[in-house]
């Protein structure tokens, strides 16, 4: 596989939105696929951060109510 950085850069954008806004969709795409090029690796590391950047909204929302 041959790294494109512009089209991780836009997977990722679009991976990051369609996980906050459609979940249930992104996760349908990249359910069956394997990162073959990098828009689908962008695809599926936008979708990580932003799970990991809204388990940490949440841990950082605990710590202010203790």
Request: charged share 25%; glycine share 6%; net charge positive.
């Amino acid at each position: 596989m041959v790294f494109n950085e512009t089209q991780f850069i836009a997977g990722f954008n679009n991976g990051y939105l369609l996980a906050k806004f459609e979940s249930q969709i992104l996760n349908s795409v990249l359910k069956d696929i394997t990162p073959n090029n990098s828009y689908i690796l962008g695809m599926s590391s936008g979708q990580k951060e932003y799970k990991l950047r809204q388990t940490k909204s949440r841990l950082d929302e605990l710590e202010r109510i203790r």
